[in-house]
């Protein structure tokens, strides 16, 4: 990365881990968070769109209700994420709207990300949020999350954020500037390594522990996230969240260690859709719109001639043309009771039709996988012949 280039990327999510944010002694480290808010402002102002990912409402709840440092019990935990997430978001609304910045919070736990249509309606909510201009703040519920609280898993739910809406870089702030061939406060001939092409064994077994009381994560919880991320097609960087205005350092050239994205981007997802489930329904779609998806556009209805199968939205359908061939699989929008009723009209109709307007798309673009050779412009599978 060449200095000043955060301003070239699309979408950055932006995770912030707990000791970065609050302090034991005296709670909020406020002069850090605006720091960080001028950093996104600044970003916004370019063009970016930014997503912040946020630790912090365990280690600030305990300091707001005065719990005693030390491991909590369970129940200790959820009280004190539960008080903490609320002063916590009221923070980021203040920084941000300082800037003239809405902040939007969402709660999310992993498995909102792996449940398809919990998957489907947190992406909803997000890319909405984006398009108003909003700055999503993302927290793992800890309240309800017990997992997440025992164990720590921010940093692979950022990644997983990162992946959902499509960033095209992931920053993981922490309390290290980037990642080593060995703990640097161990081993003090460990050497920086300043770009990874790929998370490799090796590179794995460079990882160490958490460095600090309030960072859950570690760097193996970083490299676990790099896999997330790069394989999707989303670069991430680990650098040092402890200077002020952490995104601006990383624009002045600061030090910090690149993760490069995969060369096949997306590929994991896709992949998934395509070959690991089992297809709940199917879509039998006329020529034009065979050729809209080949073309890298969305599924409409009014090209669904028939629907098939008891299908919930979320699950995933197998796309056939006129001839019956599987030509396309994907994540259908609209549940099947609903995706009859509107196949073969018009997007403009649906709200008319159903009561309601969710989206326009029975199948998304970003939900499809074109199969063999119906990715160019030929006609039938490889292999096969009209």
């Known amino acids: 990365m060449t200095i000043g280039a955060l301003k070239n990327y699309r979408r950055i999510v932006v995770k912030i881990g707990s000791a970065l944010l609050v302090d034991r002694s005296?709670?909020?480290?406020?002069?850090?968070l605006a720091g960080l808010g001028a950093d996104i402002a600044a970003l916004q102002a370019q063009g970016v769109e930014v997503l912040v990912v946020s630790s912090g409402a365990v280690a600030l709840g305990r300091t707001v209700l005065g719990l005693p440092a030390g491991t909590l019990k369970l129940e200790e935990s959820q009280a004190a994420a539960a008080a903490g997430q609320i002063a916590l978001a009221k923070a980021y609304a203040d920084v941000l709207g300082a800037h003239n910045i809405m902040a939007g919070q969402v709660l999310l736990t992993l498995s909102d990300t792996e449940e398809r249509r919990r998957y489907l309606n947190a992406r909803a909510t997000i890319e909405t949020l984006l398009k108003l201009k909003a700055v999503p703040v993302i927290n793992e519920n800890d309240t309800v999350a017990t997992n997440e609280i025992r164990y720590g898993d921010n940093d692979r739910l950022a990644a997983r954020v990162a992946t959902m809406i499509g960033a095209d870089l992931l920053i993981l702030l922490s309390d290290i500037d980037g990642l080593y061939t060995a703990p640097p406060h161990k081993d003090p001939n460990a050497r920086f390594l300043a770009v990874v092409e790929a998370i490799t064994p090796e590179i794995e077994a460079m990882a160490g522990a958490a460095a600090s009381e309030l960072s859950r994560g570690g760097m193996k919880t970083k490299l676990d996230a790099g896999k997330i991320a790069n394989a999707a097609g989303t670069a991430m960087i680990i650098t040092s969240g402890t200077r002020a205005n952490p995104l601006?350092?990383?624009?002045?050239?600061e030090r910090f260690s690149l993760f490069k994205a995969s060369h096949a981007p997306v590929s994991a997802w896709k992949?998934?859709?395509?070959?690991?489930?089992?297809?709940?329904?199917?879509?039998?779609?006329?020529?034009?719109?065979?050729?809209?998806?080949?073309?890298g556009k969305s599924l409409l209805p009014a090209g669904v001639r028939e629907v098939h199968g008891n299908f919930q939205r979320g699950d995933t359908v197998a796309i056939l043309n006129m001839q019956g061939r599987e030509v396309a699989r994907g994540l259908a929008g609209y549940d099947a009771a609903d995706a009859v009723r509107i196949a073969g009209?018009?997007?403009?109709?649906?709200?008319?039709?159903l009561g309601y307007f969710a989206r326009s798309s029975m199948v998304h673009a970003n939900d499809l996988v074109i199969r063999g050779a119906y990715r160019q412009n030929e006609d039938v599978f490889e292999g096969e012949h009209a």
């Not at 601006?248 to 050239?253: F, M, Q, S, V």
């Not at 992949?271 to 073309?295: E, F, M, N, P, Y």
């Open 248 to 253: 601006a350092a990383i624009d002045r050239g």
């Open 345 to 353: 009209h018009k997007s403009s109709e649906i709200e008319e039709i």
């Open 271 to 295: 992949i998934w859709i395509s070959g690991h489930l089992d297809a709940a329904g199917q879509l039998v779609i006329d020529d034009g719109a065979l050729k809209a998806l080949k073309s």
């Open 26 to 32: 005296h709670g909020l480290k406020q002069a850090w």
